[in-house]
């Protein structure tokens, strides 16, 4: 996984933190993916919040190196958002 390939892999894990959004109820929050559905990322930080993935943009943590990712890149079920961008010699 680096910069350029993140929207393609499970988010589960990584460490981010909402740096932009319409709402500024959510910006601000960070914390590590707990789990992640077709419309949300469940970021635990000191409680765990559900974020609207297209009403924000993300910064994730890749080892040393900061990723800053639209929201709207990362709408879709989690194993169909690795499929469809990807090609695939199983399709």
């Known amino acids: 996984m680096n910069?350029?390939?993140?929207?393609?892999?499970?988010l589960a894990g990584l460490r981010t933190e909402v740096v932009d959004s319409p709402n500024a109820d959510l910006v601000?929050?960070?914390g590590?993916?707990?789990?992640?559905?077709?419309?949300?990322l469940l970021?635990?930080?000191d409680r765990v919040k559900q974020v609207p993935k297209a009403a924000a943009t993300f910064r994730f943590t890749l080892d040393d190196t900061r990723v800053r990712v639209d929201g709207e890149r990362l709408v879709a079920r989690p194993a169909r958002r690795t499929e469809t961008t990807t090609p695939s010699k199983w399709r």
Not at 3 to 10: C, F, G, K, V, Y
Not at 32 to 40: L, P
């Open 43 to 45: 970021v635990a930080g």
């Open 28 to 30: 601000g929050i960070s």
């Open 32 to 40: 590590e993916v707990v789990d992640e559905t077709t419309n949300t």
């Open 3 to 10: 910069a350029r390939t993140l929207p393609r892999h499970e």
